[in-house]
């Protein structure tokens, strides 16, 4: 019966239901495509809306830390089909540096390199924890080196289809391969 226009409501508050309908699954087909297996619903959503209400990324194999959790969830988390259906992507998911990024050096570092080794995940512009030493460097930068501009030794290179990197490798390890000799060969075998 309706009461001044509005359609009845009946509350399920009450009703027993039996074990297996308590599972969101009983009534919901999985939007998921079992890509999250046997995760409970309630592990990410509420009753009350389906939004993702309680995910902690942290708890994940792969915690947003720095720029990262500034980035829109589609940018790792795509729209694709899964067994027919189109859902977003959450298993696999890329979590390598090289998966989502392009490799700014070019493979001079390796075809895998651990970016992490010289980069922070705040922003990938700078190397704040590269130092010209061992173990990232067999060539240490002392005296005159040390205040010269990083660009004079690691020039800017082209890569084709406008596309430039800063060079890495091979760079000359020997006095001779920056400077010009001024005793002519003279003190040749006796360079440190």
Not at 45 to 54: I, P, Q, S, Y
């Amino acid at each position: 019966m309706k009461a001044r226009g509005r359609p009845e409501t009946y509350s399920l508050a009450r009703l027993e239901f039996p074990r297996q309908l308590e599972a969101c699954e009983a009534c919901h087909a999985d939007v998921h495509q079992g890509q999250l297996g046997e995760q409970p619903c309630k592990s990410c959503h509420r009753t009350g809306t389906f939004r993702v209400a309680d995910y902690d990324h942290s708890k994940a194999r792969f915690a947003l830390t720095g720029a990262h959790r500034d980035a829109a969830c589609g940018a790792c988390h795509p729209r694709q089909q899964v067994r027919g259906r189109t859902v977003t992507r959450y298993k696999p998911v890329e979590t390598e540096c090289a998966g989502c990024h392009a490799d700014a050096h070019a493979t001079q570092l390796g075809k895998s390199p651990d970016c992490s080794r010289c980069h922070g995940d705040g922003s990938f512009e700078k190397a704040p924890k590269f130092r010209h030493r061992p173990p990232f460097t067999t060539y240490r930068l002392e005296g005159a080196h040390e205040p010269v501009p990083c660009a004079r030794c690691h020039p800017e290179v082209e890569l084709g289809r406008a596309q430039k990197t800063r060079l890495y490798k091979p760079l000359p390890g020997r006095c001779s391969g920056c400077h010009v000799d001024p005793h002519d060969g003279a003190f040749a075998g006796f360079e440190p």
